[in-house]
């Protein structure tokens, strides 16, 4: 499938999905497990979440000790065959979870299928990253927030063509450029998406930083006006974010400012966060795009990572 066309439709992947929500009632707190683009989602549902009860996003193969068979665990892989995830789910498995399994097929399915476990099937023939919203429609709706699906869908198909003329633009800033995406508590998620979405599409390296610890130690690397030319910067901030941080963010655009060096500062449009969210994230992966245009890159293969996991298997 066409990467551009994939990035079109991606609106439309927000649609309710048929599940049984789920109750945080009872449980001790939720761990999400996935790697790569499946791992994000479980990013986003920690901000979602974290209101109500400890949330985990854990990349890796192992589940922490203290996580118990009072705990929901939710593994998300969108082939079903990231090893991590497995060992992760197997690691339940024995301490006696019910683990949720999220994925297009792979051995996530006939584990789930063996062992009697609630399997929600995505739409097969993507790359991983470019299900995003299958993966996020799922858990949302496994969560009960499935209103929010639709009023994302909208919002996206509303907003899409704004989106598409910003996303030009940032892409030529950042041509010839590392970019440097920006974040806050809020933001998090997304500016860890854009560098995903940057290395794998437009096959070049980015980097993150996020506020506030990026005021105790990343601001002191700005001084470096040899290296902090090569690098195109932006950063991702929520209005919702903490006072403070709002603040950081004025005083952040402020040293830039004064070194006379160039910083994007941008907030998602929308009357949610999670709408603003997905604005941003979206905006992103235009801007992977159209800097892999930019490059003569195909945004789709990813050679290396299928190199390191035949090395694996
Ligand atoms: C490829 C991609 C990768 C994968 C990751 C995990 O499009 O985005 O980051 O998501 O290698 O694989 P899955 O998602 O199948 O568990």
């Known amino acids: 499938m066409d990467a551009y066309l994939m990035a079109e439709d991606f609106p439309k992947q927000f649609s309710k999905i048929e599940c049984q929500p789920i109750s945080l009632e009872g449980y001790a707190g939720v761990v999400f497990s996935g790697m790569g683009g499946s791992g994000i989602v479980g990013d986003f549902m920690k901000l979602f ?64 299928n063996r062992e009697g476990l609630v ?25 009960g927030m499935d209103g929010s699906v639709e009023r994302v869908r909208e919002h996206l198909e509303t907003n899409k063509e704004e989106i598409k003329k910003t996303a030009q633009e940032l892409a030529k800033n950042m041509f010839t450029y590392l970019p440097v995406v920006y974040g806050t508590p809020l933001t998090e998620p997304v500016a860890f998406r854009w560098k995903t979405q940057i290395n794998e599409n437009s096959k070049t390296l980015c980097y993150n930083a996020i506020l506030p610890e990026m005021h105790h130690n990343e601001v002191v690397g700005l001084d470096n006006p040899q290296i902090r030319n090569l690098c195109g910067f932006v950063l991702l901030y929520d209005p919702q974010d903490h006072e403070r941080i709002l603040k950081r963010v004025d005083i952040t655009r ?60």
């Open 119 to 143: 399997h929600i099937p995505l739409p097969e023939g993507y790359p991983p990253r470019y299900a995003l919203g299958f993966m996020l429609s799922a858990l949302l709706c496994l969560f």
């Open 49 to 112: 979440l974290s209101a109500e009860k400890p949330v985990l996003s854990i990349r890796g193969y192992d589940l922490p000790a203290f996580v118990k068979d009072n705990w929901l665990l939710v593994c998300t892989s969108y082939s079903g065959n990231t090893e991590e995830t497995i060992s992760v789910l197997e690691e339940a498995l024995q301490r006696g979870l019910k683990p949720v399994c999220v994925s297009s097929g792979g051995k996530l399915r006939e584990i789930a």
């Open 254 to 313: 402020q040293v830039f400012e004064d070194l006379g060096v160039l910083l994007k500062v941008l907030s998602g449009k929308g009357e949610s966060l999670i709408e603003r969210l997905l604005y941003l994230t979206y905006l992103g992966d235009w801007v992977s795009l159209y800097l892999a245009d930019i490059y003569g890159q195909d945004p789709i293969p990813v050679k290396v990572i299928d190199f390191i996991k035949k090395s694996l298997a």
